[in-house]
Nanobody, 119 residues
Framework: QVQLVESGGGLVQSGGSLRLSCVASRIIISVYDMAWYRQAPGKQRELVAIITSDSSPDYADSVKGRFTISRDNANNIVYLQMDSLTPEDTAVYYC?????????????WGQGTQVTVSS
């Protein structure tokens, strides 16, 4: 069973930085597209950043230029560096792994880590 464990969340002041980590076990992330999602209270879960298996990143417009997603395939870890944080970034952040086998998606989620940005 795939396990994704996020860490690195916490409370930070507006303008500050945090680095989230997602450690994967029982999969080899090099063949997965890895992503970070977030869900704020009362809102739908939204895609924040994704990095494909060939390490091509993409970002939501709201975080472009502030967040950086990266992957360490050797250690099975995905990171999300978050800079210039604002209160609007407050949410639970989730790690997601997706792989398609014969066109069928195989998706796993982590349990989430809370990020709170104070003004």
């Amino acid at each position: 069973q795939v396990q994704l464990v996020e860490s690195g969340g916490g409370l930070v002041q507006s303008g500050g930085s945090l680095r989230l980590s997602c450690v994967a076990s029982r999969i080899i992330i090099s063949v997965y597209d890895m992503a970070w999602y977030r869900q704020a209270p009362g809102k739908q879960r939204e895609l924040v950043a994704i990095i494909t298996s060939d390490s091509s990143p993409d970002y939501a417009d709201s975080v472009k230029g502030r967040f950086t997603i990266s992957r360490d395939n050797a250690n099975n870890i995905v990171y999300l560096q978050m800079d210039s944080l604002t209160p609007e970034d407050t949410a639970v952040y989730y790690c997601r792994a997706e792989r398609k086998v014969f066109g069928l998606p195989y998706v796993s989620w982590g349990q989430g880590t809370q990020v709170t940005v104070s003004s």
